[in-house]
């Protein structure tokens, strides 16, 4: 669920970050508030592309897309002094993020440990990965932007994009695909999994 988490600081500092690339705060605002209106309408979308294409590619591929987004952000913030325009680069870059979270893996990270699990537990799984999240999300959100402020954007590499990167490398290893499928095969694909690492 950690790939999850980088959409909390996204949001809360959007204007901050883009106030600190030197964007105006009325032109940080507007982009802060098309992010928000865009992801919005990603989800609606989300909807109808949840259902028609397995969830593990989509998964992946929406992280990757997101992990990337937060890559070039940093890249666009380390360079905007010596390629001017550049910042420009962060406008679209956290609006794709917001997109992909939107659109795909924020969805499907929540409702997939529902398909990866038996009934009875269920609840349990959904509620653990619930807290963990908004934990770690929580002590995230909070050293996000005051390291950025004194470190730079650094700090969304180290937070996010990293940890992002092995999430990634882990569910393409180890996620089955469950769409389509009865909790029986999904639980059996598993448990051959864990034997075959075992």
């Known amino acids: 669920m950690q790939i999850t988490s980088s959409i909390w600081p996204v949001i809360f500092y959007s204007t901050d970050f883009l106030l600190d690339v030197g964007f105006s705060y009325s032109f940080a605002e507007i982009v ?11 989800t609606f979308i989300g909807m109808f592309i949840v259902e028609k294409f397995p969830r593990k590619r989509l998964l992946i591929l929406t992280a990757i897309v997101n992990v990337a987004s937060l890559l070039v952000f940093s890249l666009c913030v ?5 390629l001017p325009g550049i910042e420009y680069g962060c406008v679209v870059t956290l609006i794709t993020h917001g997109i992909s979270y939107s659109v795909a893996l924020g969805p499907i990270a929540w409702f997939i440990t529902s398909e990866l699990v038996p009934m009875s537990c269920r609840a349990v799984s959904q509620s653990l990965a619930l807290a963990i999240n908004h934990f770690f999300a929580l002590i995230l959100a909070f ?3 005051p390291l950025y ?9 180290i937070f996010y994009v990293l940890p992002g990167i092995i999430c990634i490398k882990t569910l393409h290893k180890y996620l089955p695909e469950t769409k389509d499928k009865h909790i029986n095969e999904v639980v059996k694909e598993l ?3 864990n034997e075959m690492v075992g």
């Open 32 to 42: 802060s508030t098309t992010m928000l209106f865009v992801s919005s309408t990603s």
């Open 78 to 82: 380390y360079f905007k002094k010596q």
């Open 143 to 145: 050293l996000t932007f």
């Open 149 to 157: 402020k004194s470190y730079g954007s650094i700090i969304i590499i």
């Open 191 to 193: 448990k051959n999994e």
